[in-house]
């Protein structure tokens, strides 16, 4: 349970984080100057919850549920209710401070284990309602907006108690975990063994076990630890066609593996209570450095050459000129003024922060990248400015909430693709968020590399157009979808949810989708799985 | 083409290898002590023909596959259907030499191209005919095995003439080869460009690119390349939907990933015309080394060390005391009595062989492996041992004619399960084996080793029971295949087919076998993609 005293009364985060820190003048005064106006005059910068409709789940039903779960796991106050209607994207956070309305679940249902959510199915099954399974409720991408498609009620089905560790096996290397542990928990719940997940998304203060395999989440380790879906040995569903599992060995060629047709299903083919995975023993020492190097283009190739010789880092981040330009002027102090300096000397004229971490076996991994980053003439700087990072990489989400009582429309968006198309598809969504914006500071950088590829992810920030703030990011990111269609992929992290299903059929053929489709059927054949996600 | 003179005519190879060498007397005796009645009077040991029913395919459908690939390219003579009628398992060779009637296609097609394959598809639908997909026409599962489901007639859709490479990007470390290129024909193209794909497994001399994804197939440096599921960043299909193309970044959270549900199935949603795979320059060195350890518990200890703490070799490959027995036997010489002495003086009493080999940055890793190969008691034997693995491991067919010409019924079978369970699987197979059989050689070797656990490679030598050789296999076969069921895999590289199509369901689960199915309807309505496998 760990940070929740009550997981019956978590609204009090929901869309805000605690302790955001304000920005100096200054670097508001430097933000205005580029994406025009900014200024703690441009509210709203409160949680508004507004009056929500009355929950449409009939009484038949709401008795039933409580069967399973007991009374005081329903809930169907609306605080509880709104709490759980919209995830963390830009949109979401806008519409919480705006108390624009959004689709609500009609119930928030707890289950106590696996057995209770499969019941928990079986009921809303009988009674023809609709299931959105919760975790951490961190998408930014509609993840865990309650649509309910042709239902006529919707459950959001929160597995905040199933936060437990299974069982550990330490000769396998193998852990289960249940689907509602936190991120943080589940280090902590391994650590207690000497173990570790090692995976560290953004989102890892709040996201869920469950939810990274449902969206096929990727760590900020992920080029020593592997994506989510690598650490994923076994899983266990609950469906309304009974419970599945699967996963009995490290590797398979009993057909298609259908593990990595769960990770990534978002909810529409079953919900995940228990994931089987890989962990590692707690490394002994972890090291961050930061580095510089002149070019987004010397920058993009010298990753590209540590991951194709194997010497990457375990942690692999390079900005492009603007982020590293945005993040000295958001950070301007004696430091800064002495690096730029020290750049200045070097001649370096496009800085672009790379930072590389190591996380167990540092001594002779360290020599080997840091002997190819000479080789592409990449400039030290020290454990400072990666330890610094390592230590701020939570703050993103506080960050976020600062700069919208500034009045600036901040969003983030990813994507990834194979090396020879990686500048195209930079450039192309860098030109259509431009266009879309106006005024506006598009920022990059890589933070998983690939043997065949690399991801993107854009940071944009821009003047909120008050007249129409939804409409304003709503065009800018549909101008970057149709841009990334075709060059990469409409997520390398950040899933589907509702935001990318446009987006989904041209990245999977027709019969992907119809697959896809077929597949949920099969599994659910009343539909009542996540309506409208992933496949709309 | 490369060794194919004319692909149309390659029934001389099917079933029996060129150069079989005859076993030394010594080792004649040797094995006739251990299993019984071995001898060069235990024929048949030639290639019976039956004579096969005339083809069903209807004349209206074969004018209209003529129409596609041109008369010549649509082959009914009973040599070339026999040739496609099955593949390489101990019962599809025992049938070839006793003329046993298994199903034979009805005619075999050759397309082109992946326009002709899709063209083909079309046609067998508007037809009602099945397809088989044949590539090299290894399988031991019977994965090429004519089967027609409800259809009245079945073609053997030969993918040889789709041997081209069609695209290297050499920054992106990818190259899209087309279905029918074999293995060494791979190589040799991607060698031309300085690049490897380095996928060896036994039938690597005869088996196409398309095979290898089609079956999940794990090479014997899986190690150190991966798996072929691991190199897989596209794939093309025809299907009846239409034409079906995935793969557009190393990575995605775009839904589940598809290409994992095509890799491993088998001909059934689909036949893949084409494969972008993830190549790597070729190594400037390769180094392989023999290592005895003493006791099967103490080698698979090291083995599991080496891949947890991430320094395997490309190739690791552990045998146990009985296929390091019968390895010095038939090898029997001077270098082995050598050998011999040196391991009794070492006091080493249950010598396990362990073959190591690293491609590409030796000299660092091999110090690492060695340091950790030093710590857990393993004896180095040297590069000759090595090296002698490397060049004889594709002679295991060749060596298989000369045994079955003796009348030995010898069978290879395999699965992979989590460290945990490992020595109790191998105890249980090896136990329902030796009841099956009775006097009977099991020898097992670890070829492929994963963090979490490991693959387990049975051979069987027993004397052949000539009132019922067929049903003395299908019963060993089926007591292994059930004391596997539970631990581990039915199959970790040899794919399902339909051998193992009864026992895939205790491994995916009724929801698994369900999806599957719905996935196949979604793209095959009619069912013309391989009839009776994978999910029969």
Redesign the interface.
Known sequence: MSELIDHRVRDSWAGREAGAAALPDRAVRWLGQRIGRVGADRGPSGQTVPNLTGSTLAEPARAALEAVVGPENVLVDDSQRWARASGLSYLDLLGRRTGRPVPVPDAVVLPAGPDQVQSVLETCVRHDVGVVPFGGGTSVVGGVSALRGDKTSVIALDLARLDALVSL?P????AVLQAGVRGPEAERLLGEHGFTLGHVPQSFERATIGGFAA????GQASSGYG?F?DMV?GVR?A?P??????G???????????R???????GT??VITEVTL?V?PVPSERRYEGYVIDGWAAGAAAV?RLA?E?VLADVTRLSDVDETTVSFALNAGWKTALLRGLLAARGIRQPCLLIVGWEG?VR?RRR?TAAALRRAGALRIGRALGESWRHGRFTGPRQRDTLMDLGVCVETLE???????LDELRDAVRAALTAALGRAIVMCHVS?A??????LYFTVLTSRDDADPVGQWVRAKRAASEAIT???????????GVD?AP??AA??????V??????K???DPTGILNPGK??G
Do not use: C, F, M
Not at 241 to 246: D, F, H, N, S, V
Not at 260 to 266: D, I, K, N, T, Y
Not at 416 to 421: Q, T
């Open positions: 096996d000769v396998s290397h193998l969206t096929r989440s990727a994506r879906e040995a569903l469906t066609r009974g419970e599945w599992k699967l009995v060995a490290p590797a398979s060629a009993a057909g298609p593996d259908l990595q047709l769960v990770v990534g299903s978002e083919l079953g890989r590692r590209r194709q194997h076996d002779a080997r994507t990834a693709a194979y090396w020879s198309n998983h690939y043997e065949t590829g690399a991801s075709g060059l990469g992929t409409i997520s390398h992290h950040h899933a589907v990318h987006y989904l990245e999977i053929g027709a019969p992907g119809d697959v896809l489709r077929a597949a059927r099969a599994v992933l496949i």
